[in-house]
């Protein structure tokens, strides 16, 4: 199994566990709360009908709403921008620790997949039910985006000096896309 592949099914595995915990819980969980560690985490189903953390909270403290459309437009502009990063820094950098940015992408992209399906799919909202006490609700997708984000910082750390010299260039992206068939048809 290509590299290709692999992180392919990892994404999907990813956005499956988020969606199928997000099902059960909806079906048979709905009603139920209890601590997971003392005043810190509790588990608490909820629907975010803002669309998302940010957006939750400008509409709660200023009474601002960005609205569904603008949310889904920031996602596929986001994705956009990191896989052109993430094709730029597999171009141009030597490949030591590419299991780190490879990972990082997985869980980006899987991060994105379940905000999508949780804004399209889910009528009432985004279905969160972890409570940060006393902060917010968050989801597997919203660990998932952490975990991006540590995996993405960890692998620029260890790539600092390689990364001064990295150029983001669409067009080095676009002939990257093309010679390698990124995105062909599996056979």
């Given amino acids: 199994m290509n590299k290709k592949t692999k992180i392919i099914l990892w994404i999907l595995l990813l956005t499956t566990i988020d969606q199928l915990v997000k099902l059960v819980i909806h079906a048979y969980y709905m009603d139920v709360r209890f601590e997971i560690i003392p005043s810190l985490f509790e588990f608490a189903p909820v629907f975010n009908s803002n669309y998302s953390y940010i957006n939750d909270l400008l509409n709660k403290k200023l009474n601002i709403d960005i609205g569904f459309i603008p949310h889904i437009v920031l996602y596929v ?15 141009k950098l030597d490949n030591t620790f590419s299991w780190l940015l490879d990972t990082a992408f997985v869980f980006q992209v899987s991060a994105l997949l379940c905000a999508l399906i949780g804004n399209v799919i889910w009528a009432e909202g985004v279905l969160d039910y972890i409570y940060l006490k006393p902060l917010y609700v968050f989801d597997l997708k919203d660990v998932y985006s952490w975990v991006f984000v540590f995996l993405f910082l960890a692998y620029t750390i260890k790539n600092k000096e390689q990364l001064k010299t990295v150029n983001l260039d669409p067009k080095d992206v676009i002939d990257y896309i093309k010679k390698t068939k990124l995105f062909s048809k599996y056979k």
């Fill in 77 to 91: 502009v986001l994705q956009v921008v990191v896989t052109n990063i993430y094709i730029s820094f597999k171009i």
